[in-house]
């Protein structure tokens, strides 16, 4: 039997967080596509081609635009949400693992953001558990009715 209304808090969750995760990717995008955010002259060398601005347009495609997506889909309660929602997560988690590898520093950032990816790929799991499971007989579906 599915409990009742965690198929909706799980949706308005993902809508949440991801809307949340997408807020701040545009924020560091427009940061490093700006200039208002730097590694330093260390870590920007090792970007590709050592450009913060392809760093900053990676991030918007790789995971601001995902999880808007994400973030809108869930608000609607789109038909394929929690593959959306779900997708995103793992295209955070992606970037996590490209980031450290080209930046090889460690920063409060990766946890923090690793953690709100399995928030986001749980309230998938959620969503779609849900939305998967029959709902519970009823008396009139019963063959015993009257």
């Known amino acids: 039997?599915?409990?009742?209304?965690v198929s909706a808090t799980a949706r308005v969750?993902?809508?949440v967080v991801t809307a949340a995760?997408?807020?701040s990717a545009y924020g560091g995008a427009v940061g490093l596509v700006g200039g208002g955010l730097s590694f330093g002259d260390a870590i920007d060398a090792r970007l590709p081609f050592g450009s913060l601005v392809?760093?900053?347009m990676a991030l918007l495609v790789i995971v601001a635009a995902p999880m808007t997506v994400a973030s809108i889909a869930a608000f609607r309660a789109s038909k394929h949400s929690a593959e959306l929602v779900f997708g995103a997560g793992l295209l955070l988690v992606a970037w996590i693992g490209v980031?450290?590898?080209?930046i090889q520093v460690y920063s409060w950032f990766h946890p923090t953001y690793l953690g709100a990816a399995i928030v986001?790929?749980?309230l998938s799991w959620l969503m779609n558990r849900t939305a998967s499971a029959p709902a519970a007989p009823t008396l009139r579906d019963s063959h015993l009715s009257l």
Not at 1 to 5: S, T, V
Not at 99 to 102: G, K, Q, T, V
Request: no cysteine.
């Open 99 to 102: 980031e450290l590898a080209f």
């Open 120 to 122: 986001v790929l749980g």
């Open 13 to 15: 969750g993902a809508a």
């Open 1 to 5: 039997m599915r409990p009742a209304g």
């Open 54 to 56: 392809l760093a900053g």
């Open 21 to 23: 995760i997408a807020v």
